[in-house]
């Protein structure tokens, strides 16, 4: 074994084995007792590696060894909760997601925590990769390279429990992904490269100047073959060469998809005649704050529909984020079936998420640079050994949360400065501090929001504006009741409690400034 392979190893690979029944027993409530005791054992070993190398109690026992599991991270970006078909949202089409929901846990309410940037994607995977909350994570970010070096970073933690990690897609984070993973294939941009024929568009009585599976526009199209199809191939690489390795694998399969330019194959276009897509019930030509909230036209990615906002606009946004979503899946699709015919599925587990989700037409927004659900909120399942099928778990959770949990798969113990939970305990239906009280969000110094018990609070400081909605009664966020008398005190609970969870996360803006009387 090369030092490449295991570069911060504190215990050699056969000193990290697990027994296949402890791995297997992860998630059962009802394990036997020799299990058990087992899985203690096989517990205490990982997170001290020196009574490993005094001598494995495990290898002393007569129980079967297995390799740890292995891990495949699939990864979308701006891809809303909404759109998966099985959970009932949306008219789309998203088969191979279906089945994984269907096979697995949905986690119904993951949440990003926010951004410090109009490119939310940056603190997102920021977050995810570091395990850093929001603001813990800005203040890395600049340095991020130097928490690479001293392997702090999720894959490099994963490798230190001797896994092979394998990288492909969208990176957008501030430091070498080549140096980050043990093998990088294509390290995609942010976002594909961008057309001034992909904005303001389409505008009423003119032909439209974009064509979504025309690849003179470039995009996802630039090389010849459309991204989502090469990440997928990429991956399905990864799975052949793992496959002939004794190391178990981290995968993080990142795709562009369904990020703009919005672009699929005229087949995947054509699912989604306009008549069967629908204008979403907060649809409104223009947000009232838009300009104090930082989402005005001067924002990239509000700029791709014209201002106003059009029904049309938007139902042809809508049916081109559709086409790129449904595309993406077939190649999950190809992806799984290659894991399947490997023989891989048994003893992988699968996370698939985003990275936060996307407005297109809700309340008069394009992008996700705000705090609805819209763009907060992202689709989060997980498929594995023992864990239940067909579940849905609506404690709300934040989606960076996938980060410890895949370390306490490994049996990598998880760094003081990780401030997200693993969710083994949930799944198992157990308590944990992944069960958050509250959902904490940000944007800029211009948002804040708090979600607690079937309650949001957003907060616009500059513009001096309260948002109170009942996401009980009220998933869509239509009914604002913050300046309703008879919510005054739930609105100065969630106020206090905004305040509280600024303090956990290190949030120094100053809130009562603009809201004295809350
Ligand atoms: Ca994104």
Known sequence: MSRLDYPHRMTSPKQTRWSIRASAALLQRDIALP???SLAV?????????????????EQSNTPIAKPPNLLFLFADDQCFETVRAFGHTDIDTPNLDRLAARGTTFTHAYNMGSWSGAVCIPSRTMLITGRSLWRAQAIYHTTDQERTAGRLWPQLLQGRGYRTYFTGKWHINTDAASTFNVAKHIRPGMPKDMPEGYNRPLTGQPDPWNP???????????????????????IEFLGEARRRSEPFFMYVAFNAPHDPRQSPQEYVDKYPLDRVQVPASFLPEYPHQDAIGCG??????????????EHAVK?????????ITHLDAQIGRVLAALE?????????????ADHGLAVGHHGLFGKQNLYDHSLRVPFMVVGPGVKAGQKISAPIYLQDVMPTVLELAGAPKPAHVDFHSLLPLLRGESSPARREAIYGAYLELQRAVIHDGWKLILYPKAKVARLYHLAEDPSELKDLADDPAHKEITQQLFRRLLALQQEFGDKLDLTVAFPNL
Do not use: C, M
């Open 213 to 235: 599976s025309d690849p003179k526009h470039g995009g996802f199209w630039e090389g010849g073959e459309h991204w989502s199809e090469v990440t997928a191939e990429d991956a």
């Open 35 to 37: 299990v058990l005791v």
């Open 341 to 353: 015919s490997n023989g891989q599925t048994e003893n992988t587990w699968i996370f698939f998420t």
């Open 42 to 58: 096989t517990f205490a070993n990982s997170v001290h590696p020196q009574a490993l190398a005094a001598g494995s109690r495990s």
């Open 297 to 310: 036209p001067g924002l990239r990615d509000e700029r791709l529909g014209p201002f106003p906002r059009t």
């Open 316 to 324: 042809v946004h809508r049916r081109e984020y559709y086409a790129l």
